[in-house]
């Protein structure tokens, strides 16, 4: 299940979508999800989901990958489709002991399972085809204005970036340290639930001591470099708007703009 986990990972590539302006991402990820949110029937949700295909498709990310990125999810998914198909009041088709399955619940369901999932690998493909760099660069560069309050935005942004790097890092060596107890004759997989968590404590321990071993060797190098937080540092790559970042951004405000306003009209 860890290596299933592509959260914070990079694939590079060259495709339109890779050379896009981080901050166009940013925005067009955040206007994809007030989309989805905001679509309520078949026709938005159809289109949102041709969307959601033509981006997949032009990223040239493997589908394996996206489906190994769900995986996590995917009892959160059921446990979800458990509560709006059972708990979502209306109609009544069936009953199942305790629980009564209505005509509405079955659509709340439905909808809010494809929901979860299109959200998900929306947001991975954000991830997938932006480096932790560009990404914290894009959101500093968003968050700008905030500055005139006093915000700490670049340290905000660095947190992020450090925490997607680290992802991955801490998920292989999780898997090293499973390993390593296995060998030892621990068991994770057999038992009821209590005795599953008291199993977890002697991987808890050496992981976070391994992470916050990490954490000092990083601040140390920090410091070694004189790092003193993001007054007066200049950018090996500037950010700079292109022609088709343009396009891609009035294409998201129209795309979400399209969705709100077919949802008004019972679409």
Known sequence: MLKDITLGQYFPGDTFIHRLDPRVKLICVVLYIIALFSAKYFVTYGIMLLFLIVAVCVSKVRLTTILKGLKPIFIIVIITAFLNLFYTPGDPLAKVWIFTITRQGIRAAFFMVI????LIIGTLLLTYTTSPIALTDGLESLLSPLKKIKAPIHELSMMMSIALRFIPTLIEETDKITNAQKAR??????????????ALLPLLVPLFISAFRRADELAVAMECRCYHGGEGRTRMRQLKFASFDYVTLVSGLVLCAGVIVLGRFGW
């Open 115 to 118: 929901r979860i999932i299109m």
């Open 185 to 198: 004759g621990a068991d994770f997989e057999t038992g009821n639930l209590i005795k599953r968590a008291k």
